[in-house]
């Protein structure tokens, strides 16, 4: 069983690779072209082939689930992809004649990162495993990390998007900074296991010196 945060995205490591589909999750806003009438996508977060969405054009927005297709999103009449994570191209074809495009920017995450920031871990009783997530920076929509699952220590660059950290097949979550959840996935199975923060380590001396 699968347990996941509203915002937690799940990406098989194949389709990560392939199609670098994290780099759909985020808010886009651009101009229809021609008119310049605002519209805005939003990728809330991406499981499997399903995509939670939500698309806003002339004032109104439209909330639901997309389908996943290696590197685009269909959404009823709009499919959206992007190349290089950092612009979007829309397409909304109507009536089976018409169609319409419109070029969208992602725009920057909300400033949440220090909350990832440190080391985690945790140990679930329900499942008898335990877990590390150790952030060592962030910057931007990336993040250095050290994740250790199943006794195996991974490092590598993981994706961050608000207050989640996506890493190969595991991911951390935070609402308060202080306590969240790693998930992570081995074989077709997922497992969660509940995490805290450490304090920081202690640099001075704990000799007291004063004569």
């Known amino acids: 069983m699968s347990f996941v945060t509203p915002s937690t995205s799940q990406i098989s490591p194949a389709n990560e690779r392939l199609y670098h589909q994290s780099a759909l999750i985020g808010d886009w806003k651009g101009t229809w072209a021609g008119n310049n009438q605002p519209v805005g996508f939003k990728v809330v977060n991406i499981r499997g082939n399903r995509a939670q969405v ?9 909330r639901g689930f997309g389908e996943v297709q290696g590197t ?3 959404f009823g009449g709009v499919t959206v992809g992007t190349k290089d994570g950092k612009n979007m191209v829309l ?3 109507f009536g089976g004649s018409g169609k319409q495009t419109a070029t969208l920017e992602k725009q920057a995450p909300p400033a949440s990162d220090s909350r990832l920031m440190g080391s985690w871990g945790g140990y679930s009783s329900d499942i008898g495993k335990s877990a590390s997530f150790k952030v060592l920076s962030v910057n931007g929509n990336e993040a250095q990390v050290s994740v250790t699952t199943e006794g195996i220590t991974r490092q590598g660059t993981g994706i961050v998007y608000k207050n989640v950290i996506m890493f190969g097949q595991a991911q951390i979550a935070t609402d308060d900074g202080q306590n969240g959840k790693i998930t992570y996935q081995v074989g077709t199975k997922s497992f969660m296991v ?9 640099t001075s001396s704990s000799v007291d010196r004063t004569a």
Do not use: Q, R
């Open 91 to 93: 397409l909304f074809s």
């Open 72 to 74: 685009l999103i269909n």
């Open 194 to 202: 509940p995490v805290t923060k450490y304090p920081p380590a202690d």
């Open 54 to 62: 939500e698309y806003t054009h002339n004032g109104h927005t439209e």
